[in-house]
């Protein structure tokens, strides 16, 4: 099976929207649902991906005449055979899933994912700045009470892994924004290109903060590319490929700096508010423990330095929408440099 070479049922979804085509992913849709089944329990991913497969597979069971039902099936089967094995991010559906209870976290969560949403949809600027800037306080809040407590408690929670996709087109520029939100949140990212997702390396509470922050700024970022090809194209000019490329280049590198100085202040503050300093070992602690669990997961992988956006004009527009972007507090020193396992850039 897949899952037994440490795919998850996204992964495999995102890999035949790609390769193949929707009567395709209706069978698979409707196969992982049929798997998923069998399981009394799923960890918490698992299930939330199930859920989103499930909407893959549309009304009702694909239908299509024998022949083309039957080559759509071996074209599928194909696909999944010829797998590699990789990184496993969690427990394969069937083993014990261990749930430690968090309380309160489903509603935090809850609440930042709300904050993200309103300041998404606004059309006030400072509205969706206050609204931002609230969710990524709870983020880094929420991140140090718990670093603390289990500090105190002895818990001993370790690092654990998530994949987010990373899709085409510009996707070396969506990789390095999610690098920066990654590292502004006390992860590591790990872009594998030829497959499309990026494995984030962290804690519990700050991989939830990556995906939700990550998701929120990608909107953003996409809608201020829209709007600026708008106002270029009523000036006169085409706007190209180039110009989409580095605008996106030039967004993910000012966001990650803003990102980078968020974190920074924060965690002095935090500091401050700490008798005697212990915080600082804490969290460095932690940082240790994110780095030796990426190490592990990727003993091969390298940085490698990405090619320079072309268009100025892109440029220029893609570093104002990130300095207009509702970046909040709270986020580590990042590198614009995407991290890639050798052999996967496509």
């Not at 929207?17 to 409707?30: F, G, T």
């Not at 206050?130 to 407590?149: C, F, G, N, P, Y």
């Not at 490929?241 to 030039?250: E, G, I, V």
């Not at 005697?276 to 602690?285: E, M, Q, T, W």
Request: charged letters at 25%; one cysteine or more.
């Amino acid at each position: 099976l897949a899952w037994e070479r440490g795919w998850q049922p996204a992964d495999v979804v995102r890999l035949v929207r790609r390769d193949l085509e929707d009567p395709h992913l209706r069978l698979l849709a409707e196969l992982i649902s049929a798997e998923a089944r069998r399981y009394e329990r799923l960890a918490p991913r698992w299930a939330a991906q199930l859920a989103d497969v499930e909407e893959e597979s549309g009304p009702g069971p694909y239908k299509a005449d024998r022949f083309s039902y039957a080559t759509a099936v071996l074209e599928l089967c194909l696909l999944l055979v010829r797998l590699p094995a990789i990184e496993p991010v969690g427990p394969v559906p069937g083993t014990p899933v261990h749930l430690p209870s968090v309380e309160g976290e489903p509603r935090m969560l809850t609440r930042i994912r709300a904050l993200l949403a309103k300041a998404e949809a606004t059309g006030y600027p400072q509205e969706a700045e206050a609204l931002t800037a609230k969710a990524q306080e709870l983020m880094a809040r929420h991140s140090i009470d718990e670093a603390v407590l289990a500090d105190r408690s002895h818990r001993g929670d370790v690092p654990g892994a998530c994949r987010i996709g990373v899709d085409a087109p510009y996707e070396t520029a969506k990789a390095i924004l999610l690098d920066a939100v990654a590292s502004a949140n006390r992860c590591r990212a790990v872009w594998n290109s030829a497959y499309g997702f990026s494995t984030v390396v962290g804690f519990e509470p700050d991989l939830a903060a990556v995906e939700l922050l990550h998701t929120s700024l990608l909107v953003q970022g996409t809608a201020a590319m829209t709007r600026a090809e708008a106002a270029q194209r009523a000036g006169g000019r085409k706007r190209t490929k180039t110009f989409r490329q580095s605008f996106l280049m030039a967004y993910a590198h000012r966001v990650g700096e803003r990102l980078a100085e968020a974190t920074a202040r924060t965690t002095q503050e935090a500091t401050a508010d700490t008798e005697g300093g212990a915080l600082l070992p804490v969290l460095a602690a932690r940082d240790v423990a994110v780095a030796d669990r990426t190490d592990r997961m990727f003993p091969e992988t390298v940085a490698t330095r990405v090619r320079g956006a072309t268009d100025a004009e892109g440029w220029h527009h893609g570093t104002s929408a990130a300095n207009a972007a509702h970046v909040p507090d709270g986020a580590a020193d990042t590198d614009t440099r995407a991290r890639i396992r050798p052999g996967d850039r496509g």
